[in-house]
């Protein structure tokens, strides 16, 4: 079945505790992405990769890391996370900037709170 | 920067209504807009993707045009269903980013 997976699906964690959320698919897709879901801001890009080793800030990249190593894992990494990234956060992929375009296609998200 | 708008931000309707939603940008140099379905505490799925030359996409009961100059987009929904109930998203691609609205609620009542 072609996915998205996003692990955890739930984390709590303490202000500056290092954290990873990995993201992986498995359609073969050259584009990645997170994002961040608030209420009234809607759905915010955090970062994007085009291919490995290709990777670009979205709107709002302050205090989060990636790194696209091989084509299927995106991680999200929070070095030190603080209580405004406490949010609804989502992986997508698609396969624009291929040879055929496809809609995105999104995890199941990872809420995240941080205390 | 790219600002989508969608308009109005909760609907309610009952079932069989044919319904629109509407999403609007600001800048037209876009290379293309999908729109979303997400339902509560889920990830969003993909219903529609318009490629900036083309200007309508269908799928079913849905159907989604595209005015790039005008900066405007419409989702169409026919027959609507209980089943329908959930929010609608839609979202530019410009410059390898994406930009969403922040969606719009819709409630089908049977």
């Known amino acids: 079945e072609a996915q998205v997976t996003q692990n955890p699906r739930y984390l709590i964690t303490v202000t500056g505790k290092k954290l990873t959320v990995t993201c992986s698919q498995n359609?073969?897709?050259?584009?990645m992405s997170w994002y961040r879901q608030d209420p009234g801001l809607g759905l915010r890009q955090i970062y994007y990769s085009m291919n490995v080793e290709v990777t670009d800030k979205g709107d709002v990249p302050e205090g989060y890391k990636v790194s696209r190593k091989e084509k299927r894992n995106f991680p999200l990494i929070l070095e030190s996370p603080s209580p405004n990234q406490t949010s609804l956060y989502f992986c997508?992929?698609?396969?624009?900037?291929?040879?055929?375009?496809?809609?995105?296609?999104f995890g199941n998200g990872t809420r995240l709170t941080v205390t | 920067k790219q600002e989508v708008t969608q308009i109005p931000a909760a609907l309610s309707v009952p079932e069989g209504e044919n319904l629109v939603l509407n999403c609007s940008f600001t800048?037209?140099?876009?290379?293309?807009l999908q729109w979303f379905r997400q339902d509560p505490g889920k990830g969003l799925t993909s219903l529609l993707l318009i490629q900036s030359s083309q200007r309508e996409q269908t799928s079913g009961r849905l159907n989604a045009s595209l005015d790039k100059s005008s900066g405007r987009s419409t989702l169409y929904i026919a027959a609507s269903q209980p089943g329908d109930s959930a929010t609608y998203l839609c979202?530019?691609?410009?410059?390898?980013?994406?930009?969403f609205g922040t969606g719009t609620s819709l409630t089908v009542i049977p």
């Open positions: 359609m073969n897709h050259e584009y």
């Open positions: 997508a992929s698609s396969s624009i900037g291929g040879v055929v375009d496809s809609p995105l296609h």
């Open positions: 979202a530019v691609m410009q410059d390898n980013q994406f930009y």
């Open positions: 800048d037209s140099a876009i290379y293309n």
